[in-house]
């Protein structure tokens, strides 16, 4: 069963309510009916809602299934309630006069109602930039317990084989802190995927075979790791060379009494140039799908579409998000 058809099954039904920002983006607002018409999300669209009826009609789309919410129609009442949350969630860092502004955004305005309850995640990107996506996040929902910062994974798929790769979207410096904990908030990725996590913690050098900080920064980086997540201690291992990671006859020259290294289906790289460009060359050339950037981290959860996104990239996101909200519940 294909990560999708996995997915698909375990959300089907469940009545998981996503918003998208964008809905009046013909991706986001065909992508948002076709997952309702399957079943598979409750989708709320926001947008102006003369707008989004046009384009329905342009499209021969039926919204009955669809929520549609124009943020320049909410009742005093409700926009009040939004507000307070607002104030309340930013703990005297944000006024009620900002609180408003904000909620003139719809980024801001989605992940509002996420923080509320009202929706249990978030997909939006298709005509905003990553940080018009996260930051608002990083206001509202803020990070899980036990996290301090949000990194961005890809799960790349091809037949049966599947990894997580991360951090390939977020994090510009790496120290070994960020690594420790993109580290476990990968395994818990994976886990959600349906992997049992055996994570690599990558560098240039397998076991000592170099010196100097930067493998230092791994070593350093694997034993955070382990205690920040004790139970995942024998399921994370490094410092390992990609080879010494993947491969089983040279894990066993290089690394033999290691638990990981040969079997590994999680890859930590030690930067953001080398977690993006090994994705993209595992896409390329390796022919697998990515599927990502998945942001790990957050409290609840909300994922970044790439502004090229196609329908069908929009239906993957959202069903990825209702799978790690459903995982959550």
Sequence with gaps: MSLFDQFETQIKGKKIRLVFPEGNDQRVLTAAVELADQDLVQPIVLGPTAEINQLAADLSLNLDSIEVIDIDQVSDEDKAAM?????????????????????????????????????????????????????????????????????????????????????????????????????????????????????????????GSAKGDEVTKVTTATQMAKDLAPDLADQIDGELQFDAAFVANVAAAKAPESTVAGQANVFVFPSLEAGNIGYKIAQRMGGFEAVGPILQGLAKPVSDLSRGASKDDVVKAAIITAAQALAQR
Aim: proline content about 3%.
């Design 83 to 207: 507000v307070a949350t607002i104030v309340d969630r930013r703990r005297g860092k944000t006024d009620e006069k900002t609180a408003q502004q904000w909620l003139t955004d719809v980024n801001y305005f989605g992940t509002t109602l996420v923080q509320m309850g009202e929706a249990e995640g978030m997909v939006s990107g298709a005509t905003h930039p990553t940080g018009d996506t996260v930051r608002p996040a990083l206001q509202l929902i803020k990070t899980a317990p036990g996290s301090k910062r949000i990194s961005g994974a890809f799960v790349l798929e091809k037949g049966d084989e599947r990894y997580v790769f991360a951090d390939c979207a977020i994090n510009i410096n790496i120290d070994a802190e960020t690594m420790a904990e993109v580290a476990v908030q990968s395994a818990q990725t994976a886990q959600v995927f349906g992997l049992d996590p055996k994570v690599a913690m990558l560098s240039f050098s397998t076991k």
